[in-house]
């Protein structure tokens, strides 16, 4: 997809991929502990007009580690990944936990964005309070064996599994109350969303965390569903990809048509 590059930030290093180029460019942002890679079928499909730059978090994938995996640190990423490549107005595509970093962007910086991409995340509803934190920490410990396993597939990051049940309580504490950043977004916002179930939470769980979504649309215009997909919430890149290419198509559509009638 281009050539790999490390970007300093803070006191570590991301790894990013870059296609160069003068089209569109669409900045490509990952569930919590994913790398990159899972992008590749999207990127693939939406061809090389547009310009696709992705990268690995803190930790993840071909990044360095850090002492900082807070949330507040991944927008200092993004950041950075923005200066790094001189894009002034992206696309943002984030999936899952990528999804609410693209919420938060949006909503504190609405002139430098053209549009979001929302698969399968920032949507107001998350464990929450002690009894959540505890299941999530209970999740994570019966999984310590596991992750290290997961991780050369891009599925854990390099880290301990009290630190991924950290960034997984920040995140259900952040997505909560989503709907703050989501009534403040101004530019054309398209969600693809899953049908079926998530690790650690059943199929009526994330149907509940997608109906919160609701009050959201009836809310805010420029936040639409552009296509609700079979598949579940960790396979929807691999299964649905083209649904996702579409709905990037649909915002730079809509950026374009709100760029007409403003200049109009």
């Known amino acids: 997809m281009g050539n790999m590059q490390m970007v300093p930030v803070d006191d570590t290093a991301l790894a990013m991929t870059d296609s160069g ?20 079928p999207v990127i693939e499909a939406l061809g090389n007009e547009y310009r696709h730059i ?44 990528g999804a609410t970093i693209a919420a938060h962007w949006a909503a504190r910086h609405p002139d430098r964005v053209l549009g979001v991409v929302m698969v ?8 929450t309070g002690e009894e959540g934190q505890e299941r999530i920490r209970k999740l994570f410990h019966k999984m310590r064996f596991i ?12 880290m301990s599994a009290a630190m991924h049940a950290e960034v997984n309580i920040e995140i259900n ?17 398209r969600y693809v969303l899953a049908t079926g179930s998530n690790l650690g939470g059943g199929e009526e ?16 215009p420029n936040i639409q569903v552009s296509a609700k997909v079979p598949s579940n919430h ?31």
């Open 54 to 97: 992705a990268y690995d978090e803190r930790a993840r994938g071909k990044s360095k580690q850090s002492a900082d995996y807070s949330f507040e640190g991944t927008l200092r990423d993004l950041d950075a990944i923005l200066e790094a490549t001189g894009v002034e107005k992206p696309i943002l595509v984030g999936w899952s936990y």
């Open 120 to 127: 399968d995340g920032a949507m107001p509803y998350g464990l």
């Open 173 to 189: 504490e952040i997505v909560d109350s989503v709907d703050v950043e989501l009534d403040q977004v101004t530019c054309p916002v």
């Open 234 to 264: 960790s396979k929807i890149l691999k299964k649905d990809f083209k649904a996702v290419a579409q709905a990037v198509r649909e915002t730079i559509a809509a950026a374009r048509q709100d760029h007409k009638l403003h200049n109009n």
């Open 205 to 220: 769980e994330m149907e509940a965390a997608r109906a919160s979504l609701d009050p959201v649309l009836e809310r805010n």
């Open 147 to 158: 992750l290290p396993l997961a991780r050369p597939f891009g599925m854990a990051a390099r």
């Open 21 to 40: 180029g003068s089209g569109q460019a669409i900045v490509y942002l990952n569930g919590a502990y994913a790398d990159q890679r899972p992008w590749r």
